[in-house]
């Protein structure tokens, strides 16, 4: 499995409790695409999210993101870490 790093945009003013019911929402159906998110971080000033997740493709990604009500702008593979 590889990782991937999402982006979503236009989240200005995201609140940390935003970000965990969007994260929790995530984590509710990650197992249909074989997705698990690892991690979520916000800039609630630029409205930036990033999420961390370990899944088959950036489809299925993109797949749980979109039915949680929050689709992804952008999704980045990940295959080297440190």
């Known amino acids: 499995m ?6 979503h945009h236009g989240m200005e003013g ?6 965990l019911a ?3 929402a995530d984590l509710a ?10 991690r979520a971080w916000a800039d609630p000033d630029s409205g930036t999210v990033y ?8 489809e299925a990604v ?3 993101h979109e039915r949680t009500g929050h689709p992804a702008s952008e999704i980045h593979a990940v295959p080297l870490t440190v």
């Open 62 to 64: 993109r797949r749980i």
């Open 14 to 19: 995201i609140t940390a409790d935003q970000l």
């Open 29 to 38: 159906i990650e197992a249909d695409e074989k997705v698990h998110f690892e």
């Open 51 to 58: 999420c961390l997740s370990e899944a088959p493709s950036a």
């Open 22 to 24: 969007a994260h929790k």
């Open 2 to 7: 590889t990782k991937y790093m999402d982006v």
